[in-house]
Structures are given as C-alpha cells and as structure tokens.
C-alpha cells in the first residue's frame, strides 16, 4: 500500500503547486486605463432575463466612455425581456434590440445568438457579456487597455462569483478549483498552444476584423462550451487569445439556489470534455485524490488505525483549497466543507454523464440540450 499512497502524496503535491503558481502568476486586468473614443459594442444574448437584463445594459452604458453601443438579442424569451429593453431603448439611442431569427439546425441558442449581435455591432471591438454579468467602473476602458498593451485580440475576464446563499457558498467555487487544479493559467501568456486557450462567457472582448476573420461563433456553433473553444480557435487560427483574472472590472452570480446550481452543473460538467475518456479520467482523478482521502480518514477515526499519508493529503487539499479562497474571495468556512461539495459535484457529474448519453438531455431556460428534440 505505500507505494500508493506515496504516488498520491506525489500528486497532491503537484496539484498543490499549481495551484500556488496560478495564484501568483496568473495577472489581474490592469488597473489603469487609457481614455478611449467610443468604439466598442457591447453584446448581450438574452433569453428570459428580465430579472437580469435592465441592469446588466445599464451597468455596461455607466461603466466606461468606450461604449458605442449596447445590442441585446431576445432569444424567444417568453417573460418580460424584449418589453424591458424597448423600453431602454427609447430613453438612450445606443441599446437596440436584436429581434430573433428561429434557430438553424446544428446550432446552440448562445452560438447563434452572438453571431446575430455580431452582424449589427458597429465597433472595433465587440465585448460579449451575459445578462448577469454586472460590470464595474471604468471596466471596458481597462479591458480593451490591457488587450491593446499586450498585444491580443481577444482578451476574456474572468469574473468574480457572487455567492449569496448557503449553498452556494458550498458548491460554487468548485468551478475554479477544477479549472485551476487543471490548467497552468500562467504559461498561457508565454506559448500559443490552442490547448492553453481559456475564457469565460460573461465577458469576452473580440476585435471585429479577427472575430469575423476566423468565422466567431460560427466556429464554434455546437458547443455548450463555446468561450473556451472560441479562444482555442483563436489560438490555432495563429492569434492571440489571454485570460486574465477579471475580479475587479466584472461580477456574476451563476446559480441562486440549490436546485438552480444542480441543473447548471448537469448541464455543464459532462459536455466540457470533447472525449468520454477525459470525462472517465477527470472523474477517476476527483475521486481518488480529493474524495479517497476523506474516506479512509473516517475509516481510520473509527478504527483507531492511522496512516499518515491520508492526513498530509487531507492537508494539502485545505491548504490548496484555503489559498484560493483568498484569491477569489470565497467565506474560508466553505473550505472545511470541500468533502461534501467534492461529492456533490462528482454525483452531478455522474448525472450530466447519464442524461447526455441516454439522449434525454437536460433543459435550462426552456431548451433541451444533448436530446433530439428541437426547441426555438
């Protein structure tokens, strides 16, 4: 048995130093900003938003100087929202709405509706937010400074996640702990790999002449995961994409609810692996390493017989999981609740796996996803 548990130890070691080196190495969006004309287009897809929507175009037109113009698309929302933005629009000339165009077939409704707001946007640069995305002050003139200083043409913030609620605070930041246990977020400023391309939908600025160049979302029209794919494209076309840390100039709240947060999860965590392989291995890896560990402890507590191995590993798992409480403004307290959120997420996980491949699916805000049926 030593052998194994060493070999994890290995690895809790390895994950717990990428984990110190994406916190540290990974940069924030800069926090001073050229004054620019306006000349970027802010793009907002939008499907039954109206709790959203009104201060999400308020918030990009009071954010910045840079703002030409804000487009939202209604997506056949069957609430309030295309009454919410006519309205906007007749107060302030620079929001349109984008009426909608029935959904090809082959296409998701995200995918197509950018590619709608792309084919109105008047700017230079196109930013791409979701409705419950709130930007900050001075965010736009941040971003698109930090795009033009290092050179790239698309440039994605990672935003911060507003957790209001108990669980929430529980389940959330298992996102960034997979991508950030994953990913050397850092070698991406340095090597081009399309591998290393990273984004995040809520906030996602393309210049125009290189979006419409490669294709945009036209590239990327069938996946559900399409602002990672997207910034991958942009890598292997030969161009530069970045991911910064977007804490400061962007803020959303994904999920409300416990029932919300579980529908989300299924509906992302099978589909953000191109191979079932990955998705097994990825599985396999949570497991053995974050979940084996806590197991045994409990085991070991009741039977009086303690392996040392277990604890460094239960150890280094808080520690990772401290340090970017830290960075990413997490309540400490969520941390010691790591086992239970482990679990929740490998069980929803197991539920994305099972939906996806008996065809059934999953819906989210009226559409079904991964299932034969089509939906407007």
Same mark, same amino acid.
């Given at each position: 048995?030593?052998?194994?548990?060493?070999?994890?130890?290995?690895?809790? *070691?390895?994950?717990?130093?990428?984990? *110190?080196?994406?916190?540290?190495?990974?940069?924030?969006? +800069?926090?001073?900003?050229?004054?620019?004309?306006?000349?970027?287009?802010?793009?907002?897809?939008?499907?039954?938003?109206?709790?959203?929507?009104?201060?999400?175009?308020?918030?990009?037109?009071?954010?910045?100087?840079?703002?030409?113009?804000?487009?939202?698309?209604?997506?056949?929302?069957?609430?309030?929202?295309?009454?919410?933005?006519?309205?906007?629009?007749?107060?302030?000339?620079? *929001?349109?709405?984008?009426? #909608?165009?029935?959904?090809?077939?082959?296409?998701? @409704?995200?995918?197509?509706?950018?590619?709608?707001?792309?084919?109105?946007?008047?700017?230079?640069?196109?930013?791409?937010?979701?409705?419950?995305? =709130?930007?900050? &002050? @001075?965010?736009?003139?941040?971003?698109?400074?930090?795009?033009?200083?290092?050179?790239?043409?698309?440039?994605?913030?990672? #935003?911060?996640?507003?957790?209001?609620?108990?669980?929430?605070?529980?389940?959330?930041?298992?996102?960034?702990?997979?991508? /950030?246990?994953?990913? #050397?977020?850092?070698?991406?400023?340095?090597?081009?790999?399309?591998?290393?391309?990273?984004?995040?939908?809520?906030?996602?600025?393309?210049? =125009?002449?290189?979006?419409?160049?490669?294709?945009?979302?036209?590239?990327?029209?069938?996946?559900?995961?399409?602002? !990672?794919?997207? &910034?991958?494209?942009? =890598?292997?076309?030969?161009?530069?994409?970045?991911?910064?840390?977007?804490?400061?100039?962007?803020?959303?709240?994904?999920?409300?609810?416990?029932?919300?947060?579980?529908?989300?999860?299924?509906? *992302?965590?099978?589909?953000? /692996?191109?191979? &079932?392989?990955?998705?097994?291995?990825?599985?396999?890896?949570?497991?053995?390493?974050?979940?084996? #560990?806590?197991?045994?402890?409990?085991?070991?507590?009741?039977?009086?017989?303690?392996?040392?191995?277990?604890?460094?590993?239960?150890?280094?798992?808080? +520690? @990772?999981?401290?340090?970017?409480?830290?960075?990413?403004?997490?309540?400490?307290?969520?941390?010691?609740?790591?086992?239970?959120?482990?679990?929740?997420?490998? !069980?929803?996980?197991?539920?994305?796996?099972?939906?996806?491949?008996?065809?059934?699916?999953?819906?989210?805000?009226?559409?079904?996803?991964?299932? =034969?049926?089509? +939906?407007?």
């Amino acid at each position: 048995m030593f052998p194994f548990w060493n070999l994890l130890i290995a690895m809790h *070691i390895a994950v717990l130093v990428l984990i *110190i080196s994406n916190m540290r190495g990974w940069p924030r969006v +800069t926090t001073s900003a050229a004054p620019h004309y306006p000349h970027v287009s802010v793009l907002i897809p939008a499907r039954n938003e109206a709790a959203n929507i009104e201060e999400a175009v308020e918030d990009a037109l009071t954010c910045s100087g840079s703002i030409l113009e804000v487009l939202v698309y209604n997506d056949y929302s069957v609430d309030q929202t295309g009454e919410i933005v006519a309205a906007l629009q007749e107060r302030d000339q620079r *929001i349109r709405l984008i009426h #909608p165009q029935p959904l090809p077939d082959g296409w998701y @409704g995200k995918t197509f509706a950018c590619v709608q707001l792309a084919a109105e946007a008047q700017g230079d640069w196109l930013l791409f937010i979701d409705a419950d995305t =709130r930007l900050q &002050a @001075g965010a736009v003139d941040r971003i698109v400074t930090d795009a033009e200083h290092r050179g790239v043409t698309f440039l994605s913030c990672w #935003p911060r996640l507003v957790m209001c609620g108990f669980w929430e605070k529980v389940f959330m930041p298992m996102l960034n702990f997979v991508v /950030f246990t994953l990913l #050397p977020a850092p070698l991406s400023l340095t090597q081009s790999r399309p591998a290393l391309g990273l984004a995040h939908g809520a906030c996602i600025l393309a210049r =125009r002449a290189e979006y419409q160049l490669i294709g945009g979302h036209r590239h990327v029209k069938t996946e559900l995961f399409e602002d !990672t794919a997207l &910034a991958r494209a942009w =890598r292997a076309n030969g161009l530069r994409s970045l991911c910064l840390d977007g804490q400061d100039v962007a803020h959303v709240r994904m999920y409300d609810s416990l029932p919300s947060i579980w529908r989300g999860f299924q509906k *992302i965590l099978y589909p953000a /692996f191109r191979h &079932a392989h990955s998705f097994w291995l990825f599985l396999t890896f949570h497991a053995t390493l974050f979940v084996l #560990p806590f197991v045994v402890a409990i085991y070991q507590i009741g039977t009086g017989h303690y392996t040392h191995a277990v604890w460094i590993m239960i150890a280094t798992t808080f +520690t @990772g999981r401290a340090i970017q409480a830290m960075r990413f403004q997490y309540p400490l307290w969520s941390v010691l609740l790591h086992p239970i959120a482990e679990a929740a997420m490998l !069980t929803a996980s197991l539920a994305s796996w099972y939906n996806y491949r008996l065809g059934k699916g999953v819906e989210w805000k009226g559409r079904s996803y991964g299932s =034969r049926r089509k +939906t407007l």
